[in-house]
């Protein structure tokens, strides 16, 4: 039975929630207002409008359609300026050690995530090549914790959703995934990611032999 890894990008593969932070921090404080490393766990796997939609109501700011749409591209704006030299140093510890042992084992590997962004960053970290399918913020038109985005690589790879595994590092993530049907690994704090089916801290407690198991079942 054919087995296919999806993957989110922020979190899992690489670590830009602190651009996505330093970039948001920039609005905030634009506007007024502070923002926190802790308000910003709320951030994680939420699109870019919602994110901006949370921003508004912790600085208890109103804004105008042109407003939200002018901040939310700005946001972005700073956001490419910092991950502009991002390179392959910032893929998080042991990422290109699993996705070599599926690429060796033939298994179809697709790409889920909320970011818009994904493509260019694969590219820059040098990642591309191993993904078969790339589903991301310009694909999907509901949100993670909707199961969308990974029904659509699961699609994509032409696999069974149900044979297919998820690496999420956000509560939505997880949610999502479980929504559809897929097996859920919770990359992270156990205790926020409690919903996944198996919980690891990073790719570096994940063995072989795991994955091994993983896709033969
Ligand atoms: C997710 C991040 O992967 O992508 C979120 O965890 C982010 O923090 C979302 O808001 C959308 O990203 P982008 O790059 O389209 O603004
Ligand atoms: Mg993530």
Redesign the pocket.
């Known amino acids: 039975m054919t087995k296919g890894l999806i993957f ?4 899992v593969i690489v670590d830009t ?1 602190k651009y ?1 932070y330093l970039a948001w921090k920039k609005l905030a404080n634009t506007l007024g207002f502070e923002f926190t490393k802790e308000q910003n766990e709320l ?6 409008k919602r ?1 901006l939609e949370i921003l508004l109501e912790i600085g208890n700011r109103e804004a105008t359609q042109k407003e939200f749409d002018t901040w939310m591209l700005e946001k ?1 704006v700073d ?1 490419l300026e910092y991950i502009e030299n991002m390179d392959a140093s910032e893929i998080l510890p042991d990422v290109p050690k699993v996705l070599q042992y599926l690429k060796d084992n033939n298994i179809p590997i697709a790409l889920g ?5 994904a493509q260019p960053i694969l590219e820059k970290v040098g990642l591309l090549h191993y993904f078969d399918a790339i589903v991301d ?1 310009n694909h999907v038109t509901k949100a993670k914790p909707d199961p969308e985005v990974f029904l659509l690589a699961a699609k994509q790879l032409k696999v069974e959703a149900s044979d297919c595994v998820v690496f999420e590092d ?1 509560v939505a993530g997880v949610e999502a995934a479980n929504a559809a049907n897929m097996i859920s690994i919770g990359i992270g704090d156990e205790n926020v990611l409690s919903e996944a089916q198996f919980n690891f801290k990073d790719f570096t407690e994940i063995s072989l032999n795991f994955i091994q198991k993983l896709i033969e079942k």
Do not use: E, I, P
């Open positions: 989110d990008l922020d979190g929630a996505h951030f994680k796997g939420v699109s870019r994110c972005n956001y995530s909320a970011s818009k962004n913020g956000a």
